[in-house]
């Protein structure tokens, strides 16, 4: 599975973001896929998950209420909807895909990554 993830961009906070991860090569409906991000000096950490199916989501307690992760199977795309940015979510967000039956909070259960795309949030 090839990932393209896009929609990165400057915002003030408190503003709104929509990031695309498409996909091709494989059926895309038969993997989970998560966001994680990448600050400057920090390490990648886990944003949001969703399975294959679309029925199961799970966030990062920063990200909860705020963002909204979603997928299109027949797009072969998935979706991070950001909401009410802060100036901390400024980071490289990338997309991954994991052939797994559940949701996947770790960067080494997904076998297939994205090549980030850069969010900014200035206060």
């Known amino acids: 599975v090839q990932l393209q993830a896009s929609g990165g961009g400057s915002v003030q906070a408190g503003g709104s973001l929509r990031l695309s991860c498409a996909a091709s090569g494989r059926t895309f409906s038969g993997y989970a896929t998560g966001w994680f991000r990448q600050a400057p000096g920090k390490e990648r950490e886990f944003v949001a998950a969703i399975s294959w199916n679309g029925h199961s989501t799970y966030y990062a307690d920063s990200v909860k209420g705020r963002f909204t992760i979603s997928r299109d199977n027949d797009k072969n795309t998935v979706y991070l909807q950001m909401n009410s940015l802060k100036p901390e979510d400024t980071a490289v967000y990338y997309c991954?895909?994991?052939?797994?039956?559940?949701?996947?909070?770790?960067?080494?259960?997904?076998?297939?990554w994205g090549q980030g795309t850069l969010v900014t949030v200035s206060s």
């Open positions: 991954a895909a994991a052939a797994i039956r559940g949701i996947g909070v770790n960067g080494y259960e997904y076998a297939f």
